[in-house]
């Protein structure tokens, strides 16, 4: 069974359903016609039964028993009304006399004489058997007392064969039909097999060609309005080679721009090293004002390209591993720590802050790194001896410059990946650092805002969802 098991396992989809639905309609029709061979069968032997129990009745019945008994010891009493073409009287003793009229004689079993035997002349018994040449009869059994108070049998019967030759046909019919059955619902699964698998062979084929040749603009055509299983299998495949299209457009894109933001820095490095190389090869020494120059810029490129790549890992790492380092965060105690990095990487400017209580679910380093992000933009574009105002309340954020402010038109520019003002080229950056930013107040549920604010300057407003206190469990 276990190997029959697995064979059917083995088999396509189709040519399982065709055999599931085949086996239910042959277990059906089968049923059918089983039932309807037991109810004929039982009207037919009905009808036999109406035909014997007429033969009890007759006015000769007396006078054929008589005859019949002519040779015997024992005479029944009373008028039993007997007429029959094809039947017998049984003594206890077993001795059969046949009643006139009749042509052969049915074989007597030891349970008719039983039957005799325990005088129940009430009940009339019914059994197939056979004559004395083998021919099968329905047998009726009638018990009768006699004036000695024995009893006698009178035994008749209703040859067979024309019922059996019917139930023969019967059954080969139903059998015929069965068969034809099976076999038309053998052929209507596999038919319907192969117009419901269709959606699935076109997946197959789908998959299959994106597998060899990486094309995810193949789409699966889908009804609007199916809902069915393989409909919502074959939008999911839709959305999912969507999805992979985008990430990889996005991801190429990433690439591409993180190529060209990295050629310049290490165009500059080169140039810086080659001068020093060259000079250190001819044995011409760079004037020290001149060396300490580029040094200092080699310095500076190494650290915007180590600020570069960091941004770039950030931006590489996936959900999954975001998701494992969440936990409840001191928003507060966040803001406090980027606000004392501000104030080191701008030292001239004066920074105000009026920082609340508020307790949120995010990644805490990512957080941090997403608030210092905006405090850098702001110490970048503040004049020297700016003010820059930082307020948290209730979960919001605001942190305002007065600063040149950005243009209306670049505004909704400000969040894309390796996007930089033209104005702020000349600047340090990588142009990731508000990317950054958004995509980790997303994570966390919330959302960032840059907005030129009145009277100049620019004001980045982060919305966050928590609570004025910290949850029990982190207590």
């Not at 088999?11 to 042959?26: F, G, K, N, T, Y």
């Not at 030759?165 to 699964?189: F, R, Y």
């Not at 038109?409 to 958004?438: K, T, Y």
Request: proline share 5%; glycine share 8%; aromatic share 4%.
């Amino acid at each position: 069974m276990n190997s029959l098991a697995r064979r059917f396992r083995t088999l396509p989809i189709r040519a399982r359903l065709s055999m599931l639905v085949a086996a239910a309609v042959a277990f059906a029709v089968a049923a059918v016609s089983v039932t309807c061979w037991f109810i004929v069968q039982g009207k037919l032997y009905d009808q036999l039964r109406t035909d014997l129990e007429r033969q009890q009745h007759g006015p000769a019945v007396v006078s054929a028993i008589d005859v019949a008994l002519a040779d015997c010891s024992e005479t029944p009493q009373g008028n039993t009304n007997y007429r029959s073409n094809y039947g017998q009287v049984v003594t206890t003793d077993g001795t059969i006399c046949l009643m006139p009229g009749s042509t052969d004689e049915i074989k007597v079993t030891q349970d008719d004489k039983n039957v005799i035997k325990n005088g129940d002349t009430g009940t009339l018994y019914f059994r197939n058997g056979t004559d004395k040449d083998g021919a099968a009869v329905r047998v009726m059994t009638q018990v009768f007392p006699t004036r000695s108070g024995s009893y006698i049998g009178l035994v008749n019967a209703l040859p067979l064969k024309s019922t059996q030759n019917t139930l023969n046909d019967l059954a080969l019919i139903l059998l015929l039909v069965s068969g034809i059955g099976v076999l038309g619902a053998g052929a209507a699964g596999l038919a319907v097999a192969r117009a419901g698998l269709r959606p699935i062979d076109e997946l197959t084929e789908a998959v299959e060609h994106v597998a060899r040749t990486e094309d995810l603009s193949v789409r699966i055509p889908v009804e609007e309005e199916a809902d069915d299983e393989v409909a919502r299998l074959s939008r999911s495949f839709n959305s999912m080679t969507t999805s992979l299209a985008s990430s990889r457009e996005l991801q190429q894109q990433l690439i591409a721009d993180a190529g060209h933001e990295l050629r310049t820095p290490l165009t500059s490095l080169r140039t810086n090293i080659e001068l020093l190389t060259r000079s250190e090869e001819t044995g011409r020494p760079i004037p020290p004002a001149d060396r300490k120059a580029l040094l200092a810029s080699v310095k500076a490129q190494m650290t915007e390209l180590a600020s570069l790549i960091g941004d770039l890992q950030e931006l590489s790492r996936s959900e999954g591993q975001r998701g494992e380092r969440v936990q409840v965060v001191a928003l507060q105690d966040t803001v406090e720590a980027a606000l004392n990095r501000a104030r080191l990487r701008g030292p001239e400017l004066k920074i105000t802050a009026d920082v609340r209580p508020w307790f949120v679910r995010a990644e805490p380093s990512a957080l941090e790194r997403a608030i210092v992000n905006i405090l850098d933009n702001a110490v970048k574009f503040s004049p020297e001896g700016g003010t820059i105002d930082v307020a948290l309340a209730r979960g919001v954020l605001t942190v305002r410059d007065h600063g040149p402010g950005i243009p209306e038109d670049e505004l909704p520019h400000v969040f894309d990946r390796f996007w930089r003002s033209p104005s702020a080229r000349a600047l340090p950056g990588s142009g990731l650092g508000l990317s950054i930013v958004a995509r980790t107040v997303q994570q966390a549920g919330g959302e960032v805002t840059l907005a030129r604010a009145e009277g100049g300057g620019t004001v980045a407003t982060v919305r966050l969802p928590g609570a004025l206190t910290a949850p029990p469990e982190t207590m």
